[in-house]
């Protein structure tokens, strides 16, 4: 199985990279946005009031990141889901993340 590292970008600063199985970005958006969005839509949200809700929350992580700050592991897995959904709202750009192909270093021949 192929693995990937998915570094995240936002508003120019690295903020975390993460490990998936795919370099799809719909299966990793249906695996840690989707239920966010529609359980937004279920409390009665707008489009409008979460993409402030996720934008909100990615600022303070971004705020925490530039001032070197101690981020707990479920904030960024937040962060992910937030950061998805803002990028399926169309409110990130497409080249603010990337996939990278994680490299399998070779075995060592035993003589």
Wanted: aromatic share 18%; proline share 1%.
């Amino acid at each position: 199985m192929t693995k990937y590292y998915l570094h995240l970008d936002y508003k120019d600063l690295y903020i975390a990279k993460y490990k998936t199985t795919t370099d799809d970005f719909q299966s990793i958006y249906k695996e840690v946005s989707e239920h966010i969005i529609k359980d937004g839509f279920k409390h009665g949200f707008t489009i409008q009031k979460q993409i402030k809700k996720y934008k909100s929350f990615c600022d303070e992580i971004y705020k925490q990141k530039r001032h070197c700050e101690k981020i707990r592991a479920s904030d960024f897995r937040m962060f992910l889901s937030c950061y998805f959904a803002l990028c399926k709202l169309n409110q990130i750009k497409d080249y603010e993340y990337m996939f990278l192909k994680i490299k399998r270093s070779k075995p060592l021949c035993q003589e």
